[in-house]
């Protein structure tokens, strides 16, 4: 409860902030309301809080797999100068939910309740048509009698509570009989919200290249799997109402579109697999799981008693399987990934180097393949190499919390305190977290010795970050840590 109380009043500080200035003169009539900088600001607000409690799952291969999804959905999409950024969440419920600033989050129930990659990626598309069509604003703007603060706090009370299992009774608490039927009205769209979002979804999912039919199939699945029953429902289902209609309207949109086979990916299954075995109660009961399997000798099922024999530490086993994987198919990152680290884990170092070298001359700048290679790099006591490696894919691709993180500790084992420091400030921003990358920053202006360069570049970027501030807080936050 205090966590939760603690939420309330880091949201509403910022928001009450935003509130506070001149709304602006132009744009659409839900852009008085909330334009899309605070609809940024009340995102980044609600992933920090998820993030602070560990709920999004922080696997490269996992990020990468659903980003490259919501990429090639959201580049078929009107998306109206959005950005966005796709997770996972750490939750075995089937969900999937869109914040505010372009953050879709999937619940890993979701990704395993999906049958076929295109149920995936209609479900991906369906969210990022609430963010390109402004629900969330338009919403608020439609219904003004929950402020905006209200509405932050709630989100990311509900969506914490989801997360990271609150107890009900917690979340009763901290979200009273009024404010729930304000949450109601603002997280559960309208019908005419919902019945947008299918038919912009359906069309980019469509452009994707993916089957259209995947949006309607997934919800008539979950709708046949529950019914009208009231306990065990998903949230899907209770944040999407579904109605015989919709998904016979979805269906008929998705007929007058364009149909070729789609063939899931191979990422889709390891994905799923990956997902399977690290969510599975021991190692044990996933390996019993893999063997369970009707088709256990496949290829994705062999991926998966891989990964389980590497948790079990029979890293030995699991070395000679994902070698075998490497062999029969070497365009595979995950394979090599777990081959290096499984002879890691055997103390065959080199042996995992000359594997790592071979993969990133294969596959230069690949983000899952060169943390691991760089966290290897740390451990065996190379972080310059780790460090140099890292910062050329941090100035070639769009980097993610971890990558910035790591990094940040390979700065810091390399004894590079200035850039350790500006690399965690950077770390904070993305995760959201401004007061702590202002901190950073001075710590980096700090350090002795530094250039004029380098000091003119970190004051310039602690300026920038000082413009997002609501000036109530600057003076606070610029006030000597001494307290002088």
Do not use: C, W
């Not at 796709?86 to 049958?115: K, M």
């Not at 919800?219 to 019914?227: D, H, N, Q």
Request: no cysteine; hydrophobic share 45%; glycine share 6%.
């Amino acid at each position: 409860m205090k966590k939760l109380v603690s939420l309330l009043i880091m949201l509403a500080q910022p928001l009450n902030a935003a509130l506070a200035q001149d709304l602006p003169d132009f744009g659409t009539p839900a852009d008085a309301v909330l334009n899309k900088s605070r609809e940024g600001q009340i995102g980044r607000s609600v992933m920090l809080q998820l993030y602070n409690a560990g709920a999004i799952v922080d696997d490269p291969l996992l990020t990468e797999y659903v980003e490259s999804i919501g990429s090639q959905i959201a580049s078929h999409a009107n998306n109206g100068d959005h950005s966005f950024r796709f997770f996972v969440v750490d939750d075995h419920r089937i969900n999937a939910f869109a914040l505010p600033g372009g953050f879709i989050g999937v619940n890993s129930g979701l990704i395993l309740a999906s049958d076929n990659e295109s149920e995936l990626a209609g479900v991906l598309a369906h969210e990022v048509s609430h963010v390109t069509q402004r629900h969330i604003a338009r919403s608020i703007y439609d219904s003004q009698r929950t402020s905006i603060v209200s509405m932050a706090t709630m989100l990311a009370a509900v969506l914490l509570g989801a997360a990271t299992d609150m107890p009900s009774d917690a979340m009763v608490g901290a979200v009273s009989a009024s404010q729930a039927a304000a949450l109601q009205r603002q997280i559960n769209f309208t019908r005419q919200n919902e019945h947008e979002a299918d038919r912009v979804g359906i069309e980019v999912l469509s452009k994707a290249g993916y089957d259209p039919s995947g949006v309607a199939s997934f919800f008539e699945k979950l709708s046949k799997r529950y019914g009208v029953a009231r306990q065990n429902v998903p949230e899907m289902l209770q944040t999407h109402p579904v109605t015989a209609s919709r998904i016979a309207e979805a269906r008929s949109r998705a007929r007058q579109l364009p149909r070729t086979r789609v063939d899931d990916s191979k990422s889709y299954g390891l994905a799923k697999a990956r997902l399977e075995v690290l969510g599975a109660a021991s190692p044990q009961a996933a390996a019993a799981m893999v063997r369970a399997r009707p088709d256990p000798e496949s290829e994705v099922s062999r991926y998966a008693l891989a990964l389980a024999m590497s948790r079990m530490l029979r890293n030995d086993e699991a070395g000679r399987m994902f070698r075998e994987l490497v062999d029969e198919a070497p365009g595979v990152i995950a394979y090599r990934i777990g081959l290096a680290e499984a002879l890691t884990a055997s103390g065959l170092s080199e042996d995992a180097m000359q594997v790592y070298e071979d993969a990133v001359r294969l596959f230069p700048r690949n983000v899952p393949l060169t943390i691991s290679y760089a966290e290897a790099l740390i451990n065996a006591g190379d972080p310059g190499r780790a460090h140099a490696l890292l910062l050329d894919l941090l100035n070639n691709v769009p980097p993610t919390p971890a990558q910035i993180r790591l990094i940040a500790r390979a700065a810091n084992a390399e004894g590079d305190m200035r850039n350790a420091h500006y690399y965690m400030g950077e770390y904070y921003v993305s995760i959201g977290n401004l007061p702590l990358a202002i901190n950073q920053l001075r710590s980096a202006l700090e350090t002795p010795d530094a250039h004029a360069v380098e000091t003119a570049r970190l004051q310039a970027r602690l300026d920038e970050l000082m413009e997002y501030v609501p000036e109530e807080q600057r003076d606070e936050i610029a006030r000597p840590r001494d307290g002088s």
